[in-house]
C-alpha cells in the first residue's frame, strides 16, 4: 500500500490528453514539500520527468506539465505520442514518516 | 556525463548477507546526498535509505531499519548498502540515486542491481 496514491492505468489515444492524479495527505502533499514525476520507459530505469511540482529537467517536452494543489497532484501530457506508453510515478516527502515516498505507479496506455 | 553505476548484487538466501555498491562519475561526488531506492520486478518504487553529503545524518525506510547499512567512502566517489537479514521479500532491483542538497527529487538514477533471496 503506497502512501501516494494514483489509478494504476489511464489510456489515451495519440494526440489526446491525459492526466494522472497523485492523492496524498496533509503530512505529504499537503505541506510545504514538494510533488515529482518520473517515468519509467518499458525495460528502462525511472527518469526524472517533473520537479518541484511545475518544472520540466531540460530535454522533457512541454508537453508534459505537472501542478499541485492542497493534498493533490497531477500531471498532464498533451498531444499523447506513442513513446509516452511509459509507467509514471509521483513522489513527494512525508513528514510523519520522515520518509521520501512514492505513489504506486501508473501505466499509461497509448491506443 | 553524471552516471551512477551499481554492483553486487545477486542470488542469497534468506538470513543471508550482500554489500551493494554504487560509484559516481560525472559530478562531485562529495557534495551531494546519496540514496537507495528499490523497485520489486514490474512493481511500484520504495525509498529505502539516505546519507547526507559528509556522511551524516542517515535515515533508512521501517521496511529495512536495524537490517540495513548505508555508508560512503568519497575518496573513492562511491555509496554501500549493506544488506543483512534478507528476506524473500528484500527480492528488488535496488537503485542508487542522487539527491541535491536543498531539494526533495531524485536524479540521475543508476541502471540498478538485482538482488534475489531465495532458497
Known amino acids: 500500500q503506497s502512501v501516494l496514491t494514483q489509478p494504476p492505468s489511464v489510456s489515451g489515444a495519440p494526440g489526446q490528453r491525459v492526466t494522472i492524479s497523485c492523492t496524498g495527505s496533509?503530512?505529504?502533499?499537503?505541506?510545504?514539500?514538494?510533488v515529482h514525476w518520473y517515468q519509467q520507459l518499458p525495460g528502462t530505469v525511472p527518469k526524472l520527468l517533473i520537479y518541484a511540482n511545475t518544472y520540466r529537467p531540460s530535454g522533457v517536452p512541454d508537453r508534459f506539465s505537472g501542478s499541485k494543489s492542497g493534498t493533490s497532484a497531477s500531471l498532464a501530457i498533451t498531444g499523447l505520442q506513442a513513446e509516452d506508453e511509459a509507467d509514471y510515478y509521483c513522489q513527494s516527502y512525508d513528514i510523519s514518516l520522515s520518509a521520501w515516498v512514492f505513489g504506486g505507479g501508473t501505466k499509461l496506455t497509448v491506443l | 556525463e553524471v552516471q551512477l553505476v551499481e554492483s553486487g548484487g545477486g542470488l542469497v538466501q534468506p538470513g543471508g548477507s550482500l554489500r551493494l555498491s554504487c560509484t559516481g562519475s560525472g559530478f562531485t561526488f562529495s557534495s551531494y546526498e546519496m540514496n537507495w531506492v528499490r523497485q520489486v520486478p514490474g512493481k511500484g518504487l520504495e525509498w529505502i535509505s539516505y546519507?547526507?553529503?559528509?556522511?551524516?545524518?542517515?535515515y533508512y525506510a521501517d521496511s529495512v531499519k536495524g537490517r540495513f547499512t548505508i555508508s560512503r567512502d568519497d575518496a573513492k566517489n562511491s555509496v554501500y548498502l549493506q544488506l543483512n537479514s534478507l528476506r524473500a521479500e528484500d527480492t528488488a532491483i535496488y537503485y542508487c540515486?542522487?539527491?541535491?542538497?536543498?531539494?526533495?527529487?531524485?536524479?540521475?538514477w543508476g541502471q540498478g542491481t538485482l538482488v534475489t533471496v531465495s532458497s
Open positions: 540515486v542522487r539527491k541535491t542538497v536543498g531539494t526533495t527529487w531524485f536524479d540521475p
Open positions: 496533509s503530512s505529504n502533499i499537503g505541506t510545504r514539500y514538494e
Open positions: 546519507i547526507m553529503s559528509g556522511g551524516s545524518p542517515i
